[in-house]
């Protein structure tokens, strides 16, 4: 059941929290792709147990983090319904308004992860200054025109560009050191 969005509504990335448990059967990202919903969550490679075996499993980096985009009017309902679905609010903004992230970061952020064949995520409170390498921008490649910093590890042969979601998190994307342009 898919749900036509009109032109007076307003489409936002809407920051959602899914309060199942991490075992649950149909965390909230899996029901809402089932009602046709767009949708984002970063994901992860973990092994699992699975009827006493140990199973490799695509699992949600951060387990109540994740991106809707829809309108308020199509979303609303299915947050009424659901009690383990909640919109995630901002302090200090008017009462009752959900956090949003902007078109532009999302899509480009989405895109940074879907180009990394194994996306590293960082909360804002893991990566220290020390961590921030020089600032570039990468020309050519899949990632043309990103700028960023790079990662700085200790003796790495790779280099890792930064690429952040402003407030919730940082992925760092291997790049080819043959695309990087120090600024």
């Known amino acids: 059941m898919k749900n ?12 959602m929290r899914d309060l199942k448990r991490l075992n649950a059967k149909l965390p909230a990202y899996k029901q809402l792709k089932e009602m046709d919903f ?47 679905l909640q919109y995630r609010y901002q302090h200090g903004k008017s009462y009752r308004e959900p956090m949003t992230v902007r078109e532009a970061d999302m899509e480009r952020f989405m895109y940074a992860v879907n180009q990394a064949d194994t996306p590293r995520y960082y909360a804002p ?17 899949a990632l043309d ?8 590890v200790r003796g790495g042969r790779t280099k890792h560009l930064l690429v952040e979601l402003p407030g919730f998190l940082t992925v760092s994307v291997e790049i080819s050191p043959e695309y990087i342009q120090l600024l």
């Not at 829809?70 to 009424?80: F, I, Q, Y």
């Open 4 to 15: 036509e969005i009109t032109d007076n509504e307003s489409v936002h990335w809407f920051v």
């Open 38 to 84: 767009e949708l984002f969550t970063p994901m992860k490679w973990q092994l699992v147990s699975k009827g006493g075996k140990q199973v490799r499993m695509e699992v949600p980096y951060i387990q109540d983090l994740l991106f809707v985009h829809s309108t308020r009017e199509r979303l609303d309902p299915v947050v009424g319904k659901t009690p383990t």
């Open 125 to 141: 409170d893991e990566l220290t200054p020390a961590m921030y390498g020089r600032k570039v921008r990468i020309v050519g490649g």
């Open 145 to 152: 025109n990103y700028e960023g910093y790079l990662l700085a």
